[in-house]
């Protein structure tokens, strides 16, 4: 009885109300929301051309949407310019002095820059990088850059002038830049001598330069110098010096709503990098408005969001969707365990940071570390709380409302990918009772559905595919050079739906519960399990910190499960056996039977990708006996595990 659809196993009931406080001051009302949602399911085009006036632009639009799937573009004929909606704007209106961003270094370093200071320096680099270095609108540069306010200027500076960026996080290797700086035919790289990570220097420009070997594209190599004497290569400019040379005068380029703002690259846990396309017009439309309700941004609001400048949570909240409001964006240059697991907790008290904006994986490792750390801390001035990246476990998502939100904050577990640009499916603080692990709603405009095999829609609590049955402002346009590659990889399965790649179900209440990658899903016995609810499931027990689980070949059942569980700091590891006895029985009650772990492995490390995904792929072949196979480059911790013996 082979069944097609990824069964529904884990149950979990709790539900959080929205808080009439909260409620009452939330930049979108409840009462608004019911009619406004079903009015956006109806017409998504009318919602998006109503968000679309949160950006300023320099000449209308005329049609909202054209769509030859799966090519779509948005806001057709206008005009705009995203750092002009992010910085000149807010300079005219009175945010002048208001700051921008407030970095944090590792060693409690402190810089803060205006609006007006951004400004300046955003429009001294476009400067230079149209006079100096020939730069203009349709040329591609690379940023291989460290967390600081330079790498969001030159973001900005890039987008000024009309030129695309494609960041590469700044922990991968020479190839890896290598590779993308070619795909993307760069001009110019824009690195630092080096960053910082739990006191040491993490060199970056000899890593650009070992990755340029070879690459003629490249005419200049900007350096932001830490250091007057740090090596520049043959090709190399002092980023400083490029830029203090240059007037504070510069005109925003007008620019096509459809011109391409940045490539990302984007892994994912398997396959050659592909350069995700986003707009300009859309994309900044899509993420102002996401970010104004989800975040609920306020005038005094200091918004922290952890994520790196190389992933798209950077790009849209840290930098586009939040700058763009107005508002100030924290930055911290560091490691969360710098100089301790109390890291974070102390920034938010130094800085009275209202939102937090963060990763399932960084939840659970400070989960692990126990919570008598932040319980040294006030948190206070925390009123919203996010997560973003993968599914958050029930467990983590308690103990962030409980130890973090100190019960009072509301969770916004965001759905989306870098393909999506935006916020997908979320809840509204204030509007959306909350329940842990589901990440609720489609935001307004968002028409999202779960169907099976077929393409048909799942009934309540049948597990299916997650797809978009409409196309959004801010969706990705086209993988860079590779049409052919975008047509398979999003727009084959379910034609005339984009498929996400996520299995999900939704409950009776049209709540959306992700299980993780459908490449994932584990086969027992005919019974397709997502790794998620498994994970969670043994996440609950009070010896697990984090979990992982994969199907190994078995003559009998197709699949049988192998779990991967890195014991919390507090657990008793003196017998192993009775605690992987103790656990397998545990998923069975939580679960039933045939989600039973045939065998458990007590690790101290999982191998993540740097954006803190679980790479299954490697553990499937551990758990299978083989050696490790593929493409590892993107791996944070090379170690794979090590397990306990
Ligand atoms: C994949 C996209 C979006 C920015 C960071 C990751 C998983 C993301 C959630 C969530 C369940 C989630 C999905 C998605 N994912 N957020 N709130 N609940 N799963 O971007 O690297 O493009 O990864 O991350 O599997 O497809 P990305």
Redesign the pocket.
């Given at each position: 009885m082979e069944s097609k659809s990824i069964d529904t196993v884990l149950k979990e009931t709790r539900s959080f109300a929205p808080s009439p406080s909260f409620a009452q001051q939330a930049n979108l009302s409840a009462a608004d929301y019911e009619r406004l949602w079903k009015d956006a399911q109806a017409e998504p085009v009318r919602f998006w051309e109503h968000a679309a006036k949160n950006i300023d632009w320099f000449e209308p639009w005329t049609k909202a949407l054209s769509w030859e799937e799966p090519f779509a573009k948005w806001f057709l004929g206008g005009k705009t310019n995203a750092a002009y909606n992010c910085l000149d704007r807010h300079v005219a209106n009175g945010r002048k002095d208001k700051t921008a961003i407030l970095w944090e270094g590792e060693e409690g370093e402190v810089r803060k820059l205006s609006y007006g200071q951004l400004l300046d320096r955003v429009s001294q680099l476009a400067n230079g990088m149209q006079k100096d270095l020939g730069l203009k609108a349709g040329d591609t540069v690379a940023v291989y850059m460290p967390m600081i306010p330079e790498a969001v200027v030159t973001m900005l500076a890039c987008a000024r002038v009309g030129v695309t960026h494609s960041v590469i996080f700044a922990g991968f290797s020479s190839s890896a830049i290598h590779d993308r700086v070619l795909d993307a035919d760069c001009k110019a790289v824009f690195t630092a001598d080096y960053g910082k990570r739990r006191g040491k220097k993490l060199e970056l420009q000899p890593i650009v330069e070992e990755g340029l070997k070879g690459v003629d594209c490249v005419q200049h190599v900007v350096v932001f110098r830490n250091e007057k004497n740090s090596p520049l290569g043959s090709r190399g400019v002092e980023w400083q010096a490029l830029v203090d040379k240059q007037s504070t005068k510069h005109e925003a380029v007008s620019l096509d709503a459809e011109h391409p703002l940045y490539f990302l690259y984007?892994s994912?846990t398997t396959g050659k990098p592909k350069g995700i396309v986003h707009s300009t017009g859309g994309y900044m439309v899509s993420v102002t408005q996401t970010a104004k309700w989800v975040f609920d941004l306020k005038e005094d609001d200091i918004y922290w969001c952890t994520?790196d400048i190389g992933?798209?949570?950077g790009h849209s909240y840290v930098v586009y969707g939040i700058l763009s409001n107005g508002a100030t964006a924290l930055l911290y240059e560091g490691a969360p365990n710098y100089p301790d697991w109390g890291r974070f907790w102390s920034i938010i008290d130094k800085h009275k940071v209202s939102i937090l904006y963060t990763a399932p994986t960084a939840i659970r490792a400070f989960m692990r570390a126990g919570e008598s750390i932040p319980r040294k801390y006030k948190l206070d001035s925390l009123r919203l709380l996010g997560?973003?990246?993968?599914?958050?476990n029930p467990e983590a998502w308690i103990w962030y409302h409980n130890e973090i939100g100190h019960g009072k904050c509301p969770i916004v577990?965001?759905?989306?990918?870098?393909?999506?640009g935006a916020i997908m499916?979320t809840p509204l603080p204030g509007v959306t009772a909350t329940k842990p692990g589901s990440?609720t709603r489609p935001f307004p405009g968002i028409v999202a559905d779960i169907v099976d095999e077929n393409g048909k829609s799942c009934a309540p609590n049948e597990g299916g595919y997650l797809v978009i049955r409409h196309p959004w402002p801010s969706m990705v346009r086209n993988i860079h050079k590779n049409p052919d590659r975008f047509k398979d990889q999003y727009w084959s399965r379910f034609p005339g739906l984009y498929f996400?790649?996520?299995g999900a179900h939704k409950d009776e209440n049209g709540y959306f519960w992700?299980k993780?990658?459908v490449d994932d899903v584990i086969n027992v016995s005919g019974h397709r399990l997502g790794t998620m609810e498994i994970e969670s499931a043994l996440v609950s027990h009070p010896a697990v910190a984090e979990a992982a689980v994969v199907g190994r070949p078995d003559e009998l059942k197709g699949q049988a499960i192998t779990a991967f569980v890195i014991p919390k700091e507090s657990a008793d590891l003196s017998n192993l056996a009775a605690l992987s006895k103790e656990l397998s029985q545990h998923v069975v009650s939580e679960i039933g039977a045939l989600a039973r772990p045939e065998e458990i492995k007590f690790t101290r490390t999982l191998p993540k990708t740097r954006?803190g995904?679980i790479m299954r792929r490697l553990l499937k072949d551990l758990a299978a006996g083989k050696q490790a196979s593929g493409d590892t480059t993107t791996l944070e911790n090379p170690d794979l595990v090590q397990l306990i013996q």
């Amino acid at each position: 009885m082979e069944s097609k659809s990824i069964d529904t196993v884990l149950k979990e009931t709790r539900s959080f109300a929205p808080s009439p406080s909260f409620a009452q001051q939330a930049n979108l009302s409840a009462a608004d929301y019911e009619r406004l949602w079903k009015d956006a399911q109806a017409e998504p085009v009318r919602f998006w051309e109503h968000a679309a006036k949160n950006i300023d632009w320099f000449e209308p639009w005329t049609k909202a949407l054209s769509w030859e799937e799966p090519f779509a573009k948005w806001f057709l004929g206008g005009k705009t310019n995203a750092a002009y909606n992010c910085l000149d704007r807010h300079v005219a209106n009175g945010r002048k002095d208001k700051t921008a961003i407030l970095w944090e270094g590792e060693e409690g370093e402190v810089r803060k820059l205006s609006y007006g200071q951004l400004l300046d320096r955003v429009s001294q680099l476009a400067n230079g990088m149209q006079k100096d270095l020939g730069l203009k609108a349709g040329d591609t540069v690379a940023v291989y850059m460290p967390m600081i306010p330079e790498a969001v200027v030159t973001m900005l500076a890039c987008a000024r002038v009309g030129v695309t960026h494609s960041v590469i996080f700044a922990g991968f290797s020479s190839s890896a830049i290598h590779d993308r700086v070619l795909d993307a035919d760069c001009k110019a790289v824009f690195t630092a001598d080096y960053g910082k990570r739990r006191g040491k220097k993490l060199e970056l420009q000899p890593i650009v330069e070992e990755g340029l070997k070879g690459v003629d594209c490249v005419q200049h190599v900007v350096v932001f110098r830490n250091e007057k004497n740090s090596p520049l290569g043959s090709r190399g400019v002092e980023w400083q010096a490029l830029v203090d040379k240059q007037s504070t005068k510069h005109e925003a380029v007008s620019l096509d709503a459809e011109h391409p703002l940045y490539f990302l690259y984007t892994s994912g846990t398997t396959g050659k990098p592909k350069g995700i396309v986003h707009s300009t017009g859309g994309y900044m439309v899509s993420v102002t408005q996401t970010a104004k309700w989800v975040f609920d941004l306020k005038e005094d609001d200091i918004y922290w969001c952890t994520a790196d400048i190389g992933w798209v949570t950077g790009h849209s909240y840290v930098v586009y969707g939040i700058l763009s409001n107005g508002a100030t964006a924290l930055l911290y240059e560091g490691a969360p365990n710098y100089p301790d697991w109390g890291r974070f907790w102390s920034i938010i008290d130094k800085h009275k940071v209202s939102i937090l904006y963060t990763a399932p994986t960084a939840i659970r490792a400070f989960m692990r570390a126990g919570e008598s750390i932040p319980r040294k801390y006030k948190l206070d001035s925390l009123r919203l709380l996010g997560t973003v990246g993968e599914p958050i476990n029930p467990e983590a998502w308690i103990w962030y409302h409980n130890e973090i939100g100190h019960g009072k904050c509301p969770i916004v577990d965001t759905w989306w990918q870098t393909e999506t640009g935006a916020i997908m499916i979320t809840p509204l603080p204030g509007v959306t009772a909350t329940k842990p692990g589901s990440a609720t709603r489609p935001f307004p405009g968002i028409v999202a559905d779960i169907v099976d095999e077929n393409g048909k829609s799942c009934a309540p609590n049948e597990g299916g595919y997650l797809v978009i049955r409409h196309p959004w402002p801010s969706m990705v346009r086209n993988i860079h050079k590779n049409p052919d590659r975008f047509k398979d990889q999003y727009w084959s399965r379910f034609p005339g739906l984009y498929f996400a790649g996520d299995g999900a179900h939704k409950d009776e209440n049209g709540y959306f519960w992700i299980k993780g990658r459908v490449d994932d899903v584990i086969n027992v016995s005919g019974h397709r399990l997502g790794t998620m609810e498994i994970e969670s499931a043994l996440v609950s027990h009070p010896a697990v910190a984090e979990a992982a689980v994969v199907g190994r070949p078995d003559e009998l059942k197709g699949q049988a499960i192998t779990a991967f569980v890195i014991p919390k700091e507090s657990a008793d590891l003196s017998n192993l056996a009775a605690l992987s006895k103790e656990l397998s029985q545990h998923v069975v009650s939580e679960i039933g039977a045939l989600a039973r772990p045939e065998e458990i492995k007590f690790t101290r490390t999982l191998p993540k990708t740097r954006s803190g995904k679980i790479m299954r792929r490697l553990l499937k072949d551990l758990a299978a006996g083989k050696q490790a196979s593929g493409d590892t480059t993107t791996l944070e911790n090379p170690d794979l595990v090590q397990l306990i013996q």
